[in-house]
């Protein structure tokens, strides 16, 4: 949410992987990233890329999320919903994913993201 590449790196385990499972092969947003500095610099650079975000903020007081846990206690799921503010029209965006999350001596061991592509054209 913050679009700091730093600091959703320094989550990740040193060989930690990101993906993102929904987004197309050869699509612009990565789809596998593996290890801590490949997670920072792909992330980003998409987050430099004209346009991400919007221009949008997200509304932390609108947004919000549901834990699930496993019977692996270092597995865990996420429903995330995202709620960015309205641009001119006034309208909020609400963007919904789920994320999965394996964790190794408390940090990412490995994540996986599930959103819709298009969010990231």
């Given amino acids: 949410m913050t679009r700091n590449a730093d600091a959703l790196a320094e989550c990740f385990t040193q ?6 499972p929904l987004i197309p092969a050869g699509a612009a947003f990565p789809r596998r990233l593996v290890g801590r500095e490949a997670i920072r610099r792909a992330m980003a650079a998409h987050y430099e890329k004209p346009g ?11 947004s919000g ?6 019977s692996d206690p270092d597995v865990f799921n996420a429903e995330i919903d995202t709620v960015f503010d309205g641009d ?3 309208e909020d965006v609400a963007v919904s ?3 999965i ?10 994540m ?7 969010l990231v054209d």
């Fill in 88 to 90: 001119g029209d006034g």
């Fill in 112 to 118: 996986r993201d599930y959103f819709a592509p298009g």
């Fill in 52 to 62: 991400e975000g919007n221009g949008r903020s997200p509304n932390l007081a609108k």
């Fill in 15 to 20: 060989d930690g992987v990101f993906e993102a």
């Fill in 101 to 110: 999350f394996r964790i190794r001596d408390g940090k990412i061991a490995r």
């Fill in 65 to 70: 999320y549901v834990l699930h846990t496993t």
């Fill in 97 to 99: 994913l789920v994320q």
